[in-house]
């Protein structure tokens, strides 16, 4: 039962375009969602969150938009860099503490 | 600042033989501590969490078992390893309430 999906495994931006990383839930109880950024063999590291009683957070390039009624979130990134070329994992969590992971999505920004 | 250390880096084990990872986590203390796994292509699946000293809850049936011997000692373990136990082990930490989690390096087990 996946209740975290990104269904996206990749996606191919140009440098300096907006990338838009999607992701769906279908457990209304979350209550707090994150994104973490991910590079070959190594462990995630957290980039942006956003709680549920909110629709917007912004965080420099990040941007996380969440539609609770829609169960839908997605992360914005602009301008797109190089750098920023890794795995995206969306993940949701029900009272600060189970935290469900999705697939991932894997970032390609071409220079 | 706090750190987190996660041992070995990578590992080949043969069918049945015994497993433990461990990893500890520095700068901070009474931290909830967690091990994930990450099998090829696959997300994020969550194996054991802990709330404190010996205190360990199990999200998914398997060969494995996780204890925590010191508030800040996580270790994951198996009497006798599967080959479907391959994969990228991953140790995290969070500070309550936030539930921003930090990662360690991963451990990447093969089981031959």
């Known amino acids: 039962d996946q209740q975290v999906k990104q269904n996206s495994p990749s996606l191919s931006v140009q440098e300096g375009r907006i990338s838009i990383l999607n992701c769906d839930y279908t457990?209304?109880?979350?209550?707090?969602f994150l994104w973490y950024k991910k590079y070959p063999a190594e462990g995630p590291t957290f980039l942006i969150s956003?709680?549920?009683?909110?629709d917007k957070n912004e965080d420099g390039r990040f941007t996380v938009f969440l539609n609770k009624s829609a169960k839908h979130l997605s992360l914005h990134i602009v301008p797109s860099q190089p750098g920023d070329s890794a795995v995206y994992f969306c993940a949701a969590s029900t009272g600060g503490f189970k935290t469900i992971f999705g697939a991932g999505t894997r970032l390609f920004v071409k220079a | 600042s706090q750190t987190i250390h996660q041992w070995p880096a990578t590992l080949v084990q043969p069918v049945g033989s015994p497993l433990s990872l461990e990893c500890t986590v520095e700068g901070t203390s009474n931290p909830n501590l967690y091990w994930y796994r990450q099998a090829a292509g696959r997300g994020l699946q969550l194996l054991f969490y802990s709330v404190g000293i010996g205190q360990i809850s199990s999200e998914v049936p398997q060969n494995l078992s996780a204890s925590r011997p010191q508030d800040r000692q996580f270790i994951l373990s198996s009497k006798k390893l599967l080959l479907s136990d391959s994969g990228f082990y991953l140790c995290?930490?969070?500070?309550?309430?936030?539930?921003?989690?930090?990662f360690g390096q991963g451990t990447r087990l093969t089981v031959v």
């Open positions: 457990n209304s109880m979350f209550d707090y």
């Open positions: 956003i709680s549920s009683i909110k």
């Open positions: 995290a930490w969070s500070r309550p309430p936030n539930t921003e989690a930090f």
